[in-house]
T-cell receptor, first 116, second 112 residues
């Protein structure tokens, strides 16, 4: 089945530094990938939609200059948390669709970000 | 704006019991609804996807139904096992773009 790989699975960084998270579709081409954030004991919230070769579409309340998304190829999207702060500590999950619009979304295993 | 609610938030059952997880959504113009499983600290595993034109989908011991008119979906788990312990999330998409709105999840514990 479709596999979405996310790296790293966890990262600890100091406040003020930047962190890059990669999301790869291993056995299919994904024209669209989605980035979600999940705070403890809460459900997932969509942050942005990443389209290959174009700018990402951000959800209301998500700072595009803070969460930089790049989707340079059909198999790779990256999320960079710039100038991270402790309140950015969260679980970040990417997803991609394999097949047409009627196909289910497949998710990566997530990245646990802790900002100290 | 689509809102998705899951009840109960947590559920504990003995092994072997059949159980039903509930999901409700506010916008009946739903494109599809998907059920996921999330293990602690892990990503999501897609369990079942129901298109708006379908009423149910089955996979092994899992059966998901969709009733658009009432704004409800249920996930039925037969003969539950300890390995089924996880958080189950339902999510609805209102268009083909598959931008999902998630419910809060149901944390299931199946006791041996």
């Amino acid at each position: 089945g479709a596999v979405v790989s996310q790296h790293p699975s966890w990262v600890i960084c100091k406040s003020g530094t930047s962190v890059k998270i990669e999301c790869r579709s291993l056995d299919f081409q994904a024209t669209t990938m989605f980035w979600y954030r999940q705070f403890p004991k809460q459900s997932l919230m969509l942050m942005a939609t990443s389209n290959e070769g174009s700018k990402a579409t951000y959800e209301q309340g998500v700072e595009k200059d803070k969460f930089l998304i790049n989707h340079a190829s059909l198999t790779l999207s990256t999320l960079t948390v710039t100038s991270a702060h402790p309140e950015d500590s969260s679980f970040y999950i990417c997803s991609a669709r394999w097949g047409g619009s009627n196909s289910p979304l497949h998710f990566g295993n997530g990245t646990r970000l802790t900002v100290t | 704006k689509q809102e998705v609610t899951q009840i109960p938030a947590a559920l504990s059952v003995p092994e072997g019991e059949n159980l039903v997880l509930n999901c409700s959504f506010t916008d009946s113009a739903i494109y599809n609804l998907q059920w996921f499983r999330q293990d602690p600290g892990k990503g999501l595993t897609s369990l079942l996807l129901i298109q708006s034109s379908q009423r149910e989908q089955t996979s092994g011991r899992l059966n998901a139904s969709l009733d658009k008119s009432s704004g409800r979906s249920t996930l039925y788990i037969a003969a539950s096992q300890p390995g089924d312990s996880a958080t189950y999330l339902c999510a609805g998409a209102v268009d083909a773009g598959n931008m999902l709105t998630f419910g809060g999840g149901t944390r299931l514990m199946v006791k041996p």
